[in-house]
């Protein structure tokens, strides 16, 4: 669904050293799922919902020979997230990201940020970047979009995740997937990350295959640009600090009215930062 095996055409001089077995101008980072075992959400946009995954866990002794490995081949980062499944749930994540840390590996996860403890925040803190999969600015919404009871707190759990973690040390942000559910919380979700001193809101549409949907409503696009004109307008009279917008590449090309909505799935792949090889 991601072709990534399409995207390593973006990167010919790493291929090309691959083959002669250079490493050390092949690998950087390492993406790494440590289970598809246990999520305790049933997001709507879920990769699980659209392809078949299997069922597995790595244990310590492997993920130790993999550690090793990265060392041995060069590659100095990690990504940790989930495929189906969420990595703060995972029992050994604490020793996978001590491990890492004490070879000078830096880990990075991608979350939906469900749980908040001493316990987990000692650990994400030492992680050079954490992501919460947000999608939503109350928990009623959130509870729709991530699945789950709306009395269980996980939008709660989110929040003060992120005011919690350590800014100065780790760079903070949230991944906004727009839907018919969300696109007018966009504004008041941005205001919301502000005041935690949230780093970056990264938005997204959910365009890839199996996704609700691939062709957007003018009303929608006309939501979607209301909300951001909030935000710039909001941005221009503060003197304090702000959360950073970030806009991925197919809501950019529908702004600015390069393309139309039902043409945007049949656009040139774009490489992303965690595809590359």
């Known amino acids: 669904m991601f072709r990534f095996v399409q995207k390593l055409a973006y990167y010919p001089e790493k291929l090309k050293a691959f083959c002669k077995a250079d490493y050390a101008k092949t690998l950087s980072t390492v993406i790494f799922y440590p289970s598809t075992e246990i999520c305790n959400q049933d997001c709507v946009f879920c990769d699980s919902k659209f392809y078949d995954l299997k069922k597995l866990e790595f244990n310590r002794k492997q993920m130790g020979d993999m550690l090793d490995d990265m060392v041995q081949l060069g590659a100095d980062s990690l990504i940790i997230l989930g495929d189906g499944s969420e990595p703060i749930l995972f029992r050994d994540l604490d020793w996978l990201v001590d491990e890492a840390v004490s070879r000078n590996i830096a880990c990075g996860i991608y979350t939906n940020g469900s749980r908040c403890n001493k316990q987990l925040l000692e650990c994400l803190n030492k992680m050079e970047f954490v992501r919460v999969s947000l999608d939503a600015g109350n928990a009623k919404t ?23 973690l350590d800014k100065k040390k780790v760079n903070t942000g949230i991944a906004y997937i727009i839907m018919d559910e969300n ?95």
């Open 142 to 164: 959130h509870s729709i979009v991530h699945g789950y009871s709306l009395l269980r707190g996980d939008f709660e759990n989110a929040l003060t995740l992120l005011k919690m």
């Open 183 to 277: 696109v007018k919380e966009i504004y008041s979700t941005w205001k919301n990350l502000c005041d935690l001193g949230v780093h970056y809101m990264e938005l997204k549409l959910p365009l890839q295959e199996g996704y609700k949907f691939s062709k957007l409503k003018n009303s929608f696009i006309e939501n979607i640009k209301t909300e951001i004109n909030k935000i710039e307008l909001s941005r221009s009279n503060t003197e304090s600090g702000y959360t950073k917008v970030v806009l991925n590449n197919h809501i950019k090309e529908l702004l600015m009215n390069h393309c139309a909505s039902e043409d945007l799935t049949k656009k040139e792949e774009k490489p992303c930062l965690t595809c590359c090889f």
